[in-house]
């Protein structure tokens, strides 16, 4: 069996795959290029990230293509549903990087808490001509204990950002239309766990009573955004919002809009409507933490998904052979 891993796999992933038999490529085929090297190398499973996309063309190109898989959370760059009228399995790793982006999440929250990540932009221009003004600008931070979280979809990223907000202190409020009721562990060294029960509520209740809004949510298949200017409307003013789930799920627009009224106090972002070339007036913003798309991207969760994706290829080709 020949696996094409576009985007790359992780070397526990590769090796997996090797040890069951699998011939595994980790060449980057352009996109346009991609079908004619799939025929030509008779590649049966096409692994991907964010970067290639598995769309229609590329499935009716493609007969020989048994499974498709992706290394993250989202499917919006893969046509699922047409591939699996076309006999085309599709996987996902939702699991392996939910603690990856969840310490990403509070890693943001922390430094917007503290300006850190403003300060750190203007400590190397002016820490030594400007050190008391800085200090003055920066010396009114907030601390994450006693303040409400309000968590937009609860699923696997969303439950490990409430373990680390419960474990800070916070007040956890979550969203999410597909699920009653969740009970969270909090796993806590050399003691036993704590298990705090969530019932997600009303989405208003959370927007008027959260001091910060993460959201966790697919992109939508209209592709609207889940918040926007009626959203940003029934916030508490000087609400700290990340996003660190989809380009689109915040509308980028209102949210400078919101940014700029003093509405929203600090943003962070992690994704982006227009990547790989975000909106300048976003890159630019001084009340905007930015990192570029890598809320999965730590060497543990690389391994995790890498892992996981050869043992759902393992199992998809020990139930139906490919002859």
């Known amino acids: 069996m020949k696996v094409l891993a576009n985007d790359g796999i992780s070397p526990a992933g590769k090796a997996k795959l090797e040890a069951a038999g699998f011939e595994v490529s980790l060449e980057k085929i352009e996109q346009n290029n991609l079908a004619d090297a799939i025929n030509k190398n008779g590649y049966t499973t096409l692994l991907v990230r964010s970067a290639t996309e598995a769309r229609q063309n590329l499935i009716d190109a493609c007969p020989n293509l048994k499974i498709i898989g992706r290394g993250g959370v989202g499917l919006d760059n893969i046509d699922v549903k047409y591939a699996q009228s076309k006999g085309i399995e599709v996987i996902n790793t939702p699991g392996a990087s939910a603690q990856s982006v969840a310490e990403l999440v509070m890693t943001h929250m922390f430094s917007m808490a503290r300006q850190l990540y403003d300060s750190n932009r203007q400590m190397p221009i002016k820490g030594n001509s400007e050190f008391k003004e800085l200090k003055k600008k920066y010396g009114k931070g907030l601390e994450l204990r006693k303040k409400s979280i309000g968590i937009i979809g609860i699923g696997k990223i969303g439950q490990e950002?409430?373990?680390?907000?419960?474990?800070?202190?916070?007040?956890?409020?979550?969203?999410?239309?597909?699920?009653?009721?969740?009970?969270?562990?909090?796993?806590?060294?050399?003691?036993?766990?704590?298990?705090?029960?969530?019932?997600?509520?009303?989405?208003?209740?959370?927007?008027?009573?959260?001091?910060?809004?993460t959201l966790h949510v697919p992109k939508q298949p209209d592709g609207?955004?889940?918040?926007?200017?009626?959203?940003?409307?029934?916030?508490?003013?000087?609400?700290?919002?990340?996003?660190?789930?989809?380009?689109?799920?915040?509308?980028?627009?209102?949210?400078?809009?919101?940014?700029?009224?003093?509405?929203?106090?600090?943003?962070?972002?992690?994704?982006?409507?227009?990547?790989?070339?975000?909106?300048?007036?976003?890159l630019q913003h001084p009340n905007i933490s930015l990192t570029p798309h890598i809320g999965a991207a730590t060497v543990e969760a690389q391994e995790r998904i890498g892992v996981e994706l050869a043992e759902k290829l393992i199992a998809f080709f020990e139930k139906a052979p490919v002859v």
């Open 224 to 282: 609207s955004a889940v918040i926007s200017t009626s959203e940003f409307e029934k916030m508490k003013n000087g609400v700290i919002i990340v996003n660190a789930a989809r380009g689109g799920v915040v509308d980028e627009t209102t949210l400078l809009n919101a940014l700029n009224s003093g509405k929203v106090a600090h943003a962070a972002l992690d994704v982006f409507e227009n990547e790989p070339t975000p909106k300048a007036e976003l």
């Open 161 to 213: 950002v409430a373990k680390y907000a419960l474990g800070c202190g916070m007040r956890v409020f979550a969203y999410d239309p597909w699920v009653n009721e969740i009970d969270i562990k909090v796993e806590i060294q050399n003691t036993d766990d704590v298990i705090v029960t969530i019932k997600p509520g009303d989405l208003d209740y959370l927007l008027a009573n959260s001091d910060f809004i």
